[in-house]
């Protein structure tokens, strides 16, 4: 199985601010590696997949980067509307496997 | 507009059954493969089952800690998609979420929803 690891596991940020969220394999997962954005009570939105493609409708301040082991989710500027739980997540080999998410919070 | 209702969730006591349905609207539901995912209260998601359409060969996939006691399947003339329960254990209690996708296709569309409460 390959266990995704999330870091870190809390981000306390202002709006305004830009962060960048990790994502790390336990082997390689070539690009195959998506990220989700939930928030309390609803389900998970896609935000990137294919390690750095933006999903439908997903605004720019949202990237993705990364290959094989190691993947980034940057947030250029925080806005309110974006704090919530981050989950990646790859589809590469199976069982499917998702990270244990990243709560960015506000400070 | 791509819609997935789930459907079937509720309290049921371990080791017995229950069946999620998932009702697909809005994309030829043949085209695409299909996969459960949950959530246990409070904790993070948990990949379940996925099935791949028939067009595609059906391939069928499953958690470990599901295997032997789920069984997924699909009615692509319904677009429906349901996952059956058995042997119910206490921490099978989570909300069950269908969704579109799975495999080498991202999962991309969620539905809401189901709780699924398994408790004596």
């Known amino acids: 199985e390959v266990v995704m690891t999330q870091s870190p596991a809390t981000l306390s940020v202002s709006p305004g601010e830009g962060v960048t969220l990790s994502c790390r394999a336990s082997?390689?997962?070539?690009?195959?590696l998506a990220w989700y954005q939930q928030k309390p009570g609803q389900a998970p939105r896609l935000l990137i997949y294919?390690?750095?493609t933006r999903a439908t409708g997903i605004p720019a301040r949202f990237s993705g980067s990364g290959s094989g082991t190691e993947f980034t989710l940057t947030i250029s500027s925080l806005q309110s509307e974006d704090f919530a739980v981050y989950y990646c997540?790859?589809?590469?080999?199976?069982?499917?496997?998702f990270g244990g998410g990243t709560k960015v919070e506000l400070k | 507009e791509v819609q997935l209702g789930e459907s079937g969730g509720g309290l049921e006591q371990p080791g017995r059954s229950l069946r999620l349905s998932c009702t697909a609207s809005?994309?030829?539901?043949?085209?695409?493969?299909m996969s459960w995912v949950r959530q246990a209260p409070g904790k993070g998601l948990e990949w379940v089952a996925f099935?791949?359409?028939?067009?595609?060969?059906?391939?069928?996939q499953y958690a470990a800690s599901v295997k032997g006691r789920f069984t997924v399947s699909r009615d692509d003339s319904k677009s429906i998609v349901y996952l059956q329960m058995n042997s119910l254990k206490a921490e099978d209690t989570a909300v069950y979420y269908c969704?579109?996708?799975?495999?080498?296709?991202?999962?991309?569309?969620w539905g809401q929803g189901n709780l699924v409460t398994v408790s004596a």
């Open positions: 969704c579109r996708g799975g495999g080498y296709h991202v999962i991309d569309y």
């Open positions: 809005g994309f030829t539901f043949g085209d695409y493969a």
């Open positions: 099935i791949r359409s028939k067009t595609y060969g059906g391939a069928i």
């Open positions: 082997q390689s997962v070539s690009s195959n």
């Open positions: 294919g390690a750095s």
């Open positions: 997540h790859q589809y590469n080999r199976w069982p499917l496997t």
